[in-house]
């Protein structure tokens, strides 16, 4: 027996393109690098290697989903949900299932989402799934939905069940997204304290995991969210500017938390023209990826912006927009955690829709 043929090379190589999906998924939460082995795995295998198949569909799927190319994504995990069926691996279904959920998630379909991750869970369960961590962010994907829907109690229950099963395991990706929630909660409940404590143990099982670039990153984006909430505002507007120089301010869709948080310092550092600018090229590419949830957040942000240039008419335009579009999955905080400015605002319109709507025509 000689060397391998070039066509079992190539067939080696797409299994552990394949494989290595798992790790820049994982470990890194390399979106593009995950893509690219999935879509060259794919390239390589032919349809009877339908595990390996599987596993580049939902990682290349999922990693679709958070770089925002939500089409391609539906492609890619209605293909591994079709597999799944067909491997028969309860693992490889939980995934794809909890990819879905963060699709429609991303499109602002929060009943739909929700479906899928009550779904999801209750087939982990009822599969006692060997790796539990993979229903774990269906749960903290029910968690993001109870507290957009403003049930704090439903929200803390998801959560605390998911950090108990991730801290088990060592996908780092699930322990970021779980704790990035609970953060989001406590800062909902303005725990400040407790959320700098949640970030204490994120940066502690980081480096237990030899963080990625990827990964500081992120924890340094909340370290100065939790700055900026905390009123040290010169360290917050310190990583603002290192962020904004590093990023070219080239807004994607995997950065969005990043430019979220950056706005959120502009804005409070009276930079509206800047904030300005990032709000319309977010909002251009949330848009273009029909990433609805998206599309109201930011629209509320700018809203706040208007309001505090006192141009009054642009910001009430933008939040009645954003009010039309939330209103039929039932958003909430979105609007709560704008801040004063918009409170007084909705205020303001349903007295305004009250009286019209009392009139006797």
Known sequence: SGSP?????????????????????????????????????????????????????????????????LERAE?????????????????????????????????GELHRAMDIFRETYEFGVQCRASQEAAYSSALVGSANLNYEWNDF????????????????????????????????????EKDIDGAVETLQRTIKLANVNKPTVTVSHRIAAFQAYLDYRNNKFDKAVEWADHFARTS??????????????????????????KAIGLLREMLTLARRQNRLRSVIRIMILQSIV???????????????????????????????DGGEAIRTQLKKISKTKELLDDRQW
Not at 38 to 64: K, Q
Not at 183 to 188: D, F, R, S
Request: charged share 25%; hydrophobic share 40%.
């Open 153 to 188: 109690d439903k929200a803390w229950e998801c959560l605390n069940e998911a950090a108990v099963l991730n801290e088990k395991y060592d996908f780092f990706d699930r322990i970021i997204i779980t704790h990035e929630a609970i953060i989001q909660l406590q800062c909902g």
């Open 306 to 336: 208007y309001f505090r240039m006192n141009q009054v008419r642009k910001g009430i335009k933008n939040l009645l927009i954003s009010l039309q579009l939330a209103e039929p999955e039932g958003y909430i905080r979105s609007f709560i």
């Open 75 to 107: 492609q890619y995990l209605t293909k591994a949900r079709n597999l799944s069926d067909s491997v028969k691996n309860p693992f490889a279904k939980l995934l794809t299932m909890s990819n879905f959920g963060n699709l429609y998630l991303s499109r």
């Open 248 to 273: 070219g301010e080239r807004v994607r869709c995997e950065l969005e938390l990043e430019f979220f948080i950056l706005t959120s310092i502009r804005i409070a550092g009276g930079d509206y023209g």
């Open 5 to 69: 043929s070039g066509a079992e090379s190539s067939v080696t190589m797409g299994k552990l393109e394949s494989a290595f999906t798992s790790i820049r998924y994982h470990r890194h939460l390399d979106w593009s690098g995950t893509y690219r082995l999935a879509r060259n795995s794919l390239e390589a295998l032919s349809s009877n290697y339908s595990y390996e198949r599987c596993v580049a569909y939902f990682h290349g799927g999922g990693a679709l989903v958070m770089l925002g190319e």
